[in-house]
């Protein structure tokens, strides 16, 4: 898939270009706060980044580094992959974001994930989009409310912590988002 543009983001496919981005980014404890694995050390990133790279070639959609149309400047990253499916029609992608500390507070993350949510609905042929937090982390809640997504339930996060889950079916987000 192409780059993704927004207003104030050019959302580009993950490549070689990102990987020091990457392992900086989950080492950092204040963007994994909130992460059930806590940071990362370089050598797991590493392997991560090599994952990310692996299912844009099989899938054709993955992770997308965050980054400014003015400059450039590298801000994040913001993923679809294989979700929790349950209660929900599949395929269901869930969705989920990074954003350096430096970008907090700028809706950095909102403008992201929207355009990877649509994304998943017209590109990636998603039944139905999900996304699991730590419901300590109030900021991703909100943005998951703001994507219209509900909550869908108390879960286990692949890192085997407690998560809550959001959903938004193909259909509501048609209702929401797509126009006349």
């Given amino acids: 898939m192409r780059e993704l543009l927004t207003p104030r983001l050019v959302l580009i496919p993950w490549d070689q270009r990102f990987k020091?981005?990457?392992?900086?980014?989950?080492?950092?404890?204040?963007?994994?706060?909130f992460i059930g694995s806590g940071v990362w050390s370089r050598d797991y990133a590493l392997q991560r980044h090599e994952l990310a790279l692996e299912q844009w070639a099989h899938r054709g959609f993955g992770m997308r580094a965050i980054t400014e149309r003015a400059g450039g400047a590298f801000l994040g990253l913001v993923s679809l992959g294989d979700g929790q499916s349950a209660g929900f029609a599949t395929p269901a992608l869930e969705i989920g974001w990074w954003v350096d500390p430096q970008a907090w507070g700028r809706g950095i993350a909102t403008e992201a994930a929207a355009a990877v949510r649509d994304e998943a609905f017209t590109q990636a042929g998603a039944s139905s989009l999900t996304a699991c937090f730590n419901s300590a982390n109030v900021q991703s809640e909100r943005i998951m409310a703001k994507l219209g997504m509900s909550f869908s339930g108390d879960v286990t996060d692949r890192y085997g912590q407690p998560a809550r889950m959001y959903a938004l079916t193909r259909a509501a987000w048609a209702a929401a988002f797509s126009g006349p």
């Fill in 20 to 33: 020091e981005d990457f392992v900086r980014l989950s080492g950092d404890e204040h963007v994994m706060k």
